[in-house]
């Protein structure tokens, strides 16, 4: 099993990202995907999560500016986050979860500056 989240980096306050979580060694299509966040210090937070079926759910403090999506061809998720602020600034990781079964990414740093 593998999760490997890829377009984190550098970013000014103001701009936008979007990382990807390429998926292997299970049956992606069936298991929800996850973005979470942690910034040092922080516990770990929900940014936005998408089902199998495409159900989406975000975060309070991203709603509005973030989509998630997938591409179950690709075994693939995306997540597209805009207006970006240092506030921001985390390690993203990915989580396929389904039923008692939870993998999760090495994660992709995050870094917005002012």
């Known amino acids: 099993v593998q999760l490997v989240e890829s377009g984190g980096g550098l970013v000014q306050a103001g701009g936008s990202l979007r990382l990807s979580c390429a998926a292997s060694?299970?049956?992606?299509?069936?298991?929800?995907i996850g973005w979470y966040r942690q910034a040092p210090g922080e516990q770990r937070e929900l940014v936005a999560s998408?089902?199998?079926?495409?159900?989406?759910n975000y975060g309070l403090s991203v709603k509005g500016r973030t989509a998630i999506s997938r591409d179950n061809a690709k075994n693939t998720v995306y997540l597209q986050m805009s207006s970006l602020t240092p506030g921001d600034t985390a390690v993203y990781y990915c989580?396929?979860?389904?039923?008692?079964?939870?993998?999760w990414g090495q994660g992709a740093q995050v870094t917005v500056s002012s």
């Open positions: 998408i089902s199998g079926s495409g159900t989406t």
């Open positions: 060694g299970f049956a992606f299509s069936l298991y929800t």
């Open positions: 989580s396929a979860r389904l039923f008692s079964n939870v993998y």
